[in-house]
Structure formats: structure tokens, C-alpha cells
């Protein structure tokens, strides 16, 4: 059973929320969270309030006197931190004594939660997909450095899905950052898959790349590290060691 507390401000709403009338609406709240499927229980300890808790709304044609905020906050069959709540806008009608939904009711639960958080990592997927496949080998060696007409020397990161290319004479001529790529399998970057050894601790478990620029994206902290958008191109790096808090440009064994 769903237990209310009521929290009511005006000598109308405290006159009509007898005991009789807060069980009536505990039964319709009940049978709500009861009927809803998504919790476990339809235990629970919640409050009431009106939604216009104003005295000029509360004349006698107001239509809005007898809606009100339900907030409940529903048990979950095992001991957790973690709780499901249910939150309604619920309407008495005094000719029939009876209560209904008048505009929403929001359900959230520790499953669709976790359901909503799974759409937001679908929908990503799905933006990664919508990256424009990597150009072939051949065209991107037509690519030449702007400053010396040398060739390019380009880096991947699997994991990010991106990719960034350097002058591969003087990397200072034109040091591209990370931008994100299409990376099909079995695709000519595997054989350029971009060494990030730690020039430190040696080691590349904890080296993430470093996106700069205004980042539109929610980042994959797993993968990634922000640099900020103000740094210079020839400053930027490409990589941060978490292990020993160092950016670096090139992997150790580079
Ligand atoms: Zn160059
Ligand atoms: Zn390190």
C-alpha cells in the first residue's frame, strides 16, 4: 500500500483532504503503480500537493482546485540504495468522488532507467555509424602537405573511431587533431593503428586520446580526455597517459 503524506497550503485543500478522502486517493495511487508493470511493489511512501495552491485560484468555478502532484517514492523487493519513483498529476472530481489522471504520469524505475540509458548508448552507435567512411588508401595518398608537398602519415584509434594525420616530414606542418571516421573492419588503417606507449611508464592501458575543439558529443570517458578548444594546433597533443597525468604527441615506440 502507498502511504501520502499531504502538503497542503490552503484552508480549502486542508478541509478537503479528510482521511477518508487521502485513503481514496492512496487506493487510486495504488492501483496505478499496481497496474503499471514496471515496479516491484506498490509499497511505498509518498506526498500530495496541490497544483495551485493560490487563493485566487480556488474560487468556486475554478477548474484547477482539485488537481494535484503526486510524488511516491515505491519500494523495491530488495534491500537497495537504488528507488523507483512514480510522479502523477492527478485530478479529483467531486460529483463522483473519484480521481484520474488529468495530464501525466511519469514512471522511473531502475529498469527503464537503465532501459533509457541503453537508448542513449544505441543512439550513439548509431551517430558513429553516421560517420563518413575513411577514404581509400589511394586517395588519401594523394593528399600532400601544404608547406613541404611531402606525404602524409596518418594515425588511428580504433577505439574512438577517429583518426588524425600529420605531415609525415615535419609534423609541425600541419598536425591534424582527432576526428572521428567510419573504421570498418579490416579497412587499410589496421595497418596504421597509431602506437600510444607512454614515453614514461611504457606502458598504453591507461592512454586515452585527447579530443579538441568545441566537443558536441557526449564523450566516452573509457576512450577519451578533453583538451579545450583555445589550444594552438602545434600545441595540441594526442595523448594522455591517466597513469602518469602526462599528454604526449607520439607513442614511445613511434
Ligand atoms: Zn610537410
Ligand atoms: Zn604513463
Redesign the pocket.
Known amino acids: 500500500m502507498i502511504t501520502l503524506q499531504p502538503e497542503f497550503i490552503t484552508a480549502f485543500h486542508k478541509s478537503l483532504a479528510v482521511p477518508s478522502w487521502i485513503s481514496a486517493l492512496e487506493a487510486f495511487v495504488t492501483a496505478r503503480i499496481g497496474t503499471s508493470g514496471d515496479f516491484k511493489t506498490t509499497n511505498g511512501i509518498g506526498s500530495v500537493r496541490a497544483q495551485y495552491a493560490d487563493e485566487r485560484y480556488l474560487g468556486p468555478n475554478s477548474v484547477v482546485r482539485y488537481r494535484f502532484e503526486v510524488k511516491v517514492d515505491v519500494d523495491r523487493d530488495e534491500p537497495t540504495r537504488l528507488r523507483d519513483s512514480y510522479t502523477a498529476a492527478v485530478e479529483f472530481d467531486p460529483a463522483s468522488g473519484r480521481f484520474s489522471i488529468w495530464e501525466r504520469e511519469q514512471l522511473s524505475t531502475v529498469e527503464t532507467r537503465a532501459r533509457y540509458k541503453d537508448e542513449l548508448r544505441r543512439a550513439k552507435e548509431e551517430w558513429i555509424e553516421s560517420f563518413e567512411p575513411l577514404e581509400s588508401r589511394e586517395a588519401f595518398e594523394l593528399w600532400k602537405c601544404p608547406v613541404c608537398s611531402g606525404r602524409f602519415r596518418p594515425l588511428f584509434f580504433p577505439e574512438g573511431r577517429s583518426w588524425s594525420y600529420s605531415c609525415a616530414v615535419d609534423p609541425n606542418h600541419l598536425p591534424s587533431c582527432w576526428s572521428g571516421v567510419r573504421l570498418d573492419p579490416g579497412g587499410w588503417w589496421v595497418d596504421h593503428v597509431a602506437d600510444r606507449t607512454?614515453p614514461?611508464?611504457g606502458?598504453s592501458g591507461?592512454?586515452v586520446g585527447i579530443l579538441y575543439g568545441l566537443v558536441m558529443m557526449e564523450v566516452d570517458r573509457g576512450v577519451w580526455e578533453l583538451g579545450g578548444c583555445t589550444v594552438a594546433p602545434q600545441d595540441r597533443y594526442l595523448w594522455h597517459?591517466r597513469?602518469?597525468v602526462?599528454d604526449f604527441a607520439r607513442g614511445a615506440k613511434e
Open positions: 607512454c614514461k611508464c606502458s591507461q592512454v597517459c597513469t602518469c602526462l
